[in-house]
């Protein structure tokens, strides 16, 4: 069972930046892929960026697109979530969630994905 631990988050002003990170346990597969959903209060969970990591490919919402910018880590199984540019809108909890049965035509359907972290507050104030 993979483990994914987050971190970062809190509390920014409009224009802000902050930085998330999630680190997975194992990689089960080749073909795993890790990525970032978010809920905010009353809204639908919605997909924020994703990354594989059997080569490079990146993958973002478009009301994300040119702000935000995902990573990783290889060696220590580790993925980033820049984000820059901060946005109230952009204020919900964030989830790191990993799969490996994902294909592009799945991976922003948050179904597809099989392990999630705990999810952390990402705050932005006007």
């Known amino acids: 069972q993979v483990q994914l631990v987050e971190s970062g988050g809190g509390l920014a002003q409009t224009g802000g930046s902050l930085r998330l990170s999630c680190t997975a346990s194992?990689?089960?597969?080749?073909?795993?892929?890790v990525g970032w959903f978010r809920q905010a209060p009353g809204k639908e969970r919605e997909f924020v960026s994703t990354?594989?990591?059997?080569?490079?490919?990146?993958y973002y919402a478009d009301s994300v697109k040119g702000r935000f910018t995902i990573s990783r880590v290889n060696n220590r199984l580790t993925v980033h979530l820049q984000m820059n540019s901060l946005k109230p809108d952009d204020t919900a909890v964030y989830y790191c969630?990993?799969?490996?049965?994902?294909?592009?035509?799945?991976?922003?359907?948050?179904?597809?994905?099989?392990?999630w972290g705990q999810g952390t507050q990402v705050t932005v104030s006007s």
């Open positions: 969630a990993a799969g490996t049965t994902l294909i592009n035509s799945t991976l922003r359907n948050g179904n597809a994905y099989a392990y």
């Open positions: 990354i594989r990591f059997n080569g490079h490919s990146t």
């Open positions: 194992e990689r089960p597969s080749t073909n795993f892929a």
